[in-house]
């Protein structure tokens, strides 16, 4: 990061509590993708589990672990540095027709399990097909999808799809970024999914306790943007974690078995008053009930 942009800091992490039956292979996807400035970072397991790390198809990195019988507990803690600014836009940036566009794009414009571009065609076409197609029109899907979906904590499960959002007209945050994403690409905007960090910098904080978050990048352009249904705003702070087609594709914790999640806890803030990573990460000390 340039030495003469403004940043500031965060602190972000997880804790997966789990309790399996048996050993259970499973793998995370919560570490910051590539380009992000980590400053410090910290993976453990309570018990000590042997990990190694893989990429998948779209460069996504995850850690591959084997969840022990039992109660365990799987952490990751970061210190990360962002920018003291908004998401980048380009109002007159201008939107390609599909055969002028890269290659490794095309696959962001297709139909996937969430995201059934073909169902809701007709519909997107209505809305928005006569809008000049520059980096306006995707914001106008945006602040439609947002006016359209109410946010309601739990509403919605690993069913849910961006059809079954725009027909009930709620959802969670990975619902928003589904519609969202759906309606581009039924326009031929590529558009993917992007789960990650984002803390309440610069703005009130959220009532819900923190939770891992999902937005949408769209390429216009030459590049690819940033967008946030569920707030329909340029925000500070975003922090990838990993890019798909849709959620399918990112999955924080994908286990080959059924353990049960006993907790999740999630970090992204500008809290630092305390050590982070944290001076004993055992589960004991980690465990809010304490039992």
């Known amino acids: 990061m340039s030495q003469a942009q403004s940043v500031r800091t965060l602190r972000i992490g997880c804790e997966f509590n789990h309790v399996a039956q048996s050993a259970t292979p499973a793998s995370f996807l919560v570490r910051p993708a590539g380009q992000a400035a980590i400053v410090r970072e910290l993976w453990t397991a309570d018990p000590a589990t042997p990990a190694t790390f893989l990429h998948d198809l779209y460069g996504n990195e995850f850690r591959r672990v ?3 019988a039992g109660e365990s507990l799987v952490s990751y803690y970061a210190v990360v540095e962002v920018p003291d600014e908004l998401d980048a836009a380009d109002p007159g940036a201008v939107l390609s027709p599909p055969e002028s566009l890269p290659g490794e794009t095309l696959l962001f414009t297709l139909p996937s399990r969430y995201c059934q571009s073909d169902m809701l065609s007709s519909a997107a076409w209505e809305r928005f097909g006569d809008a000049e197609r520059n980096f306006e029109l995707v914001t106008r899907i945006q602040d439609w999808v947002w006016n359209h979906v109410e946010y309601r904590t739990g509403s919605t499960g690993s069913w849910w799809t ?3 959002s725009f027909e009930a007209g709620y959802g969670v945050c990975r619902d928003f970024a589904h519609l969202m994403i759906t309606l581009c690409r039924a326009l ?3 558009a993917r999914y992007v789960s990650g960090y984002l803390p309440d910098m610069d703005v009130p904080a959220l009532p819900t306790p923190m939770d891992f978050h999902a937005w949408v990048e769209a390429y216009v352009g030459d590049r690819w943007w940033t967008f946030d249904p569920r707030h329909n705003a340029r925000r500070k702070g975003h922090v990838p974690i ?3 087609r849709d959620a399918a594709d990112v999955a924080l914790v994908t286990s080959y078995g059924a353990p049960w999640l006993r907790r999740l806890t999630v970090w992204a803030d500008e809290d630092l008053s305390e050590p982070w ?3 004993d990460v055992s589960m004991v000390a980690r465990d809010p009930f304490g039992d």
């Open 242 to 244: 990993a890019r798909g």
């Open 188 to 190: 031929n905007i590529p």
């Open 66 to 68: 084997i969840l022990p």
């Open 277 to 279: 990573p944290p001076a």
């Open 162 to 164: 961006a059809k079954d």
